[in-house]
């Protein structure tokens, strides 16, 4: 029996073979893999639901823009941040403890308020820059995120990937960019391209802003709660995009043409919007900010399907090969585990408290000792150490 103090190390199916569990208990490796093989399932179900509710954001975001001459990003965003401080943030302020509202602006405002800009300023950039390229180079340049989560997971939050998962990212940028080729094919080029460099400059501001984002996102609903990163995202998201709102868009909002369809449209937005903020911690804790941005490259092909009926798209047999090529390589991502190395600190915090762990290397590499699956979160015997 393994003992209790020993850290749990979670193997994937491709690195333990049937033996290795003992000829005694043949049946486990079986449950084991058929467990695995549920989670693998389920965490592509949960990818691309993400995916349909950005489906959702982008039509109704094209109705009120092309149909109804509503040109309100700000406005449509901070709908959906006063939503989550109703529910979130409200949550967080009739809590008692270190989990109440305001004991938690006491110790990380400013760090939240940072990240509240962070957020608003990320969905105004790539909305921008629409009026001045062309939606080919905002699908093409938009992927840029995912080598930003890559980057930043790997020197903050220490993650350690395997040749399997650069694999997996590589196949799904190829089925993006078939699509992106289907999309010139057939002429859907949507558009002026005005000024394409300033355009271009927006979409990758945008997209630096959602990796560090996401980054961040993954980092709080791992190591503190859901509840406190939406709750702070509503309160400082719903201040400053007021501001922003206030200031840039008030003129446009004066515009608007007001009616019952335009309302039902603003509604499914925000249903939509505060849907994908819920949710996507959700997934997050569950697999990774890396494998939430894979599964999102085929919203933009559920956005085009959609538009076959409701905008007379032109249909392309790539569109469907660009599909099946993505979720290939988000099976091939999610089929191996992620590791995260040993923060130094964490020992030499270690060492500040009298040898409290007495297992604990002074000298020479530090070996990874925490790990954890893409396919899933893995029940904790001993309690998280936080390093401030």
């Known amino acids: ?65 092309d149909d109804y001459h509503a040109n309100t990003p700000v406005f449509q965003s901070f709908l959906n941040y006063i939503l989550l401080f109703l529910v979130y943030t409200t949550t967080l302020a009739v809590r008692q403890g270190e989990e109440n509202l305001l004991a938690i602006l006491k110790r990380r405002w400013w760090k939240y308020m940072i990240l509240g800009l962070i957020d608003i300023e990320a969905n105004y ?28 997971s790997w020197f903050f939050l220490l993650v350690r990937y395997k040749v399997l998962h650069f694999v997996g990212v590589g ?32 979409v990758l501001g945008g997209a630096t802003l959602y990796g560090i984002s996401n980054v961040c996102e993954e980092f709080i609903v791992k190591n503190l709660s859901r509840v406190e990163f939406l709750g702070m995202m509503g309160l400082f998201g719903s201040f400053f995009s007021g501001i922003q709102l206030a200031i840039m868009e008030h003129k446009e909002l004066l515009k608007v043409q007001w009616d019952w369809q335009i309302g039902l449209l603003y509604i499914g937005f ?69 590791y995260v190395a040993q923060d130094p600190r964490v020992y030499k915090q270690f060492r500040n408290t009298g ?34």
Do not use: W
């Not at 049946?27 to 399932?41: A, D, G």
């Open 1 to 65: 029996m393994m003992p209790e103090h020993q850290n749990h190390v979670v193997t994937t199916i491709e690195t333990l073979p049937p033996e290795s569990v003992g000829a005694s208990t043949p049946s486990l490796y079986q449950r084991m893999k058929k467990v695995l093989n549920r989670e693998l399932v389920l965490t592509l179900a949960l990818g691309q639901v993400l995916s349909l509710l950005i489906c959702g954001i982008g039509l109704t975001s094209k109705y009120l823009a």
């Open 355 to 388: 040898n409290a762990l007495t297992d604990t290397p002074t000298s020479g590499h530090l070996e990874p000792s925490v790990t954890y699956t893409s396919l899933g979160q893995e029940i904790e015997e001993e309690p998280r150490i936080r390093v401030a």
């Open 270 to 338: 925000s249903a939509c919007m505060f849907g994908l903020y819920s949710f996507m911690p959700v997934v997050i804790k569950r697999t990774s900010a890396t494998a939430v941005n894979l599964s999102l490259l085929t919203a933009d092909l559920y956005s085009l399907f959609c538009g076959l009926f409701l905008f007379q798209y032109k249909f392309s047999g790539l569109y469907l090969l660009s599909f099946f090529i993505i979720v290939l390589g988000l099976v091939l991502y999610s089929s191996s585990s992620t």
């Open 171 to 202: 196949v799904c940028l190829l089925g993006m960019g078939c699509m992106v080729g289907a999309d010139v094919l057939v002429g859907r080029q949507q558009g002026l391209g005005d000024h394409k460099l300033l355009g271009d400059l927006l």
């Open 125 to 152: 950039l790539v909305i921008k820059a629409y009026q001045y390229t062309t939606l080919t180079s905002v699908q093409l340049l938009d992927c840029f995120v995912i080598p930003v989560v890559l980057l930043l």
